[in-house]
């Protein structure tokens, strides 16, 4: 009889598995009795950190880690040469790959993460797809003609090509007061965060289709960009025609140069992965997407954060500030975004390579 | 012992599922590819949780409003009414938005309906599995899967006329994708570089040869003791002596009936009735050890029919 000690208490699975091992008839399974306990360790600090309590985890059982995982891998080698014991086979498998995630894909939390993306990756990675936003704004700018032009020649097309919702009392022959109203001073701010709200939501639906379009190599993207810039060009004919073209332009500026950045921004995300697939060079086209798709999306992070600052914008000084103001406001946004993106992160690339 | 498939054609078709990954030790590891059936169960599930709490919160949401409207304004919304359109507007957005993302960047790689069907997202490459890997899998759920299904209750209605069969064409391309790979990579997985993978998680099943006949070769009840000759334990394979594994850690007593006559048949024995599972441990034990001995000097022998 032995006396009680503390070392009872102690969770020490070798005790009670000792006994066993002399008792096991196969060697196999004298060799998986062995080394059970330390099976058993990892399978408890797996499911621990699996199910997100890291800090719970002692400093001795997270320098374990490694050590563990590399000794189950080793057991399973062994055993699938001396062992047929099936249920052992598979819950080494099963241990070892759970153990494999664990160990080779460290996590950054989502605070790191977000700061290495806003400090440098967000602008890396608008950098590395410019072809597509030089492609993208080509496509805009024609777009916006094409409405122009179709609207001036025939003033049929301006039912067509604006929705509904637009087409108020913003519709061609109207006259410049009731133009000039749709474009006035809100006195007062109620209503705004509710309209803001919404905007943020239809845009940003608006521009995840737009990227995910891209998929279909790329051609519905700029369809949707081309049809979405020719609503504008025909409404900027409409008010250009009643010689409101500089109120239009400076309400319009006033988020449009964060919203309409953020559009051409995610319909060249969505162009980029279209073009890499059609086009993959020296890579395999899974590769290629694979990659492109990785770097789009973080485009896309960008571009809902943009639609954020756009939806605030254009509900509060949109409706609030007078013309020179908006106008101010808008070129002071584009000017801040193109810095951001292109001058930004720059040393780090070079740094890199 | 026997099915209607051969036991090389089994495990030919597991072989199809599987892929080998090796770790950077050098243990080569299988990753099997979920099963299309279980992803679109844990997809139902994630929307079945996804409608309930969005649906709950915004009944909570217009109980709220409900509760503030005694100090109604001449005109539009109260204050705290469009307060409330807007939370729940952005709530709206971003938990369609953000569920699975979420979840998907968490240690175990999966939404609570994929950890229920027992699978999780992976990267394709074995690296780790990025927050834009996920961003991107994830924003093509609009085209792959809402965009059909709109399309699937228009274009039957005629409405938008064959604009609308063309789309539905076209969309129905994106959410049959997973059918046309071998990996069944939905389109979200090609753009990303991530699979989903059977992630399962198994007890460790006790030791067979430290209780009962396997150990000591005898019987419990009524002490008769088995050994078997060579030619006797040379009927049968690895194949064989894991599916005799698989009925005595399950304990049938129909299915270990069966079998223990299967194998007196095979071997010409006549056992009698009423002991089958200290026979079947014997044997088990005993073919194990013959199986194993002849591993270690390399002659492995996959089924009774090599």
């Known amino acids: ?13 070798e005790i009670d598995a000792a006994p066993d091992i002399e008792a096991a008839a196969l060697r196999s399974d004298k060799f998986r009795l062995q080394r059970e306990s330390e099976w058993k360790r990892l399978e408890d600090i ?51 790959q759970r153990a494999w995630f664990q160990v080779y894909g460290p996590r950054q939390g989502l605070i790191a993460w977000l700061r290495k993306f806003l400090g440098g990756n967000l602008s890396r990675a608008i950098q590395e797809i410019w072809l597509d936003i030089c492609i993208a704004l080509f496509v805009m700018v024609a777009g916006t003609i094409t409405g122009w032009l179709l609207v001036s020649r025939d003033q049929e097309w301006y039912y067509s090509l604006v929705p509904t919702q637009f087409a108020d009392s913003r519709v061609p022959g109207a006259s410049r007061e009731v133009l000039l109203e749709s474009l006035k001073v809100e ?72 919203e309409l950045f953020a559009i051409l921004l995610a319909g060249a995300a969505g162009m980029h992965i ?36 756009a939806a605030l914008l254009e509900a509060f000084p949109r409706q609030l500030a007078g013309t020179e103001a908006r106008a101010i406001i808008g070129v002071f946004m584009l000017i801040f975004w193109i810095t951001y993106f292109f001058a930004f992160g720059r040393e780090k690339k070079e740094a890199e390579i | ?17 599987q892929r080998l990954m090796v770790t950077p030790e050098g243990v080569s590891l299988p990753l099997t590819i979920a099963s299309r059936g279980s992803r679109a169960g844990a997809l139902m599930l994630d929307f079945t949780i996804l409608s309930v709490t969005t649906i709950t919160l915004t009944l909570i949401l217009i ?5 503030t409207f005694v100090e109604q304004e001449v005109n539009g919304l109260p204050g705290s009414g469009e307060f409330l359109f807007v939370v729940w507007s952005l709530m709206w957005f971003f938990a369609w938005n953000g569920y699975f993302m979420l979840f998907e960047m968490g240690p175990r790689g999966a939404t609570p309906g994929k950890r229920l069907t027992g699978i999780r997202v992976a990267s394709r490459d074995g690296g780790r599995l990025t927050p834009e890997a996920i961003v991107a899998r994830n924003l093509l759920r609009d085209i792959e899967l ?20 063309a789309g539905l064409l076209w969309s129905l391309v994106f959410m049959l994708f997973p059918f046309f790979n071998k990996d069944s990579m939905r389109a979200g997985d090609l753009i990303a570089g991530t699979w989903v993978l059977d992630a399962p998680k198994q007890k460790l099943a006790a030791t067979l040869s430290t209780e009962g006949a396997v150990a000591h070769g ?22 064989e002596l894991q599916t005799l594994e698989r009925v005595l850690r399950d304990g049938r007593p129909e299915a270990l009936q069966a079998v223990a006559e299967t194998i007196c048949y095979k071997i010409g024995w006549n056992a009698g009735a009423g002991d089958e599972r200290a026979f079947l441990e014997a044997f088990y034990g005993q073919l194990r050890a013959r199986l194993e001995t002849g591993m270690r000097f390399g002659n492995r022998k996959a089924d009774k029919f090599s």
């Open chain 2, 218 to 239: 005898s019987s419990a009840i009524t002490g008769a003791e088995y050994r078997f000759g060579d030619e006797e334990l040379s009927v049968y394979g690895e194949y």
């Open chain 2, 146 to 165: 809402f965009l059909p299904l709109v399309l699937l209750l228009l274009a039957p209605s005629g409405e938008s006329g064959a604009a609308g069969w």
């Open chain 1, 274 to 309: 279209g073009r890499k697939m059609a086009f993959p060079g020296h890579q395999s086209i899974v590769a290629a997407a694979a990659e492109s798709g990785q770097r789009a999306a973080q485009v896309m992070i960008g571009v809902v954060l943009m639609l954020v600052f």
């Open chain 1, 46 to 96: 797996l499911t621990r950190l699996e199910k997100g309590r890291l800090r719970k985890l002692s400093d001795e059982d997270v320098l374990a880690l490694p050590t563990l995982y590399r000794m189950a891998a080793s057991s399973l080698a062994v055993a699938r040469e001396t062992s047929l014991d099936s249920a052992t086979l598979s819950y080494l498998e099963s241990l070892v």
């Open chain 2, 63 to 67: 109980w709220i409003a409900a509760g």
């Open chain 1, 187 to 258: 006195d007062s701010a109620s209503g705004m965060s509710a309209f803001a709200a919404q905007l943020f939501t239809n845009n940003a639906g608006v521009s995840i289709l737009a990227f995910a379009l891209g998929f279909a190599f790329g051609i519905p993207s700029l369809m949707l960009l081309v049809h979405n810039m020719a609503v504008l060009g025909a409404m900027l004919w409409l008010f250009s025609s009643q010689d409101l073209a500089w109120e239009f332009v400076a309400w319009l500026s006033v988020h449009g140069t964060t």
């Open chain 2, 1 to 17: 012992m026997s099915s209607a498939y051969l036991p090389s054609q089994i495990r030919e078709r597991k072989a199809r599922k």
């Open chain 1, 1 to 13: 009889m032995k006396a009680p000690t503390l070392s009872m208490f102690s969770r020490k699975p």
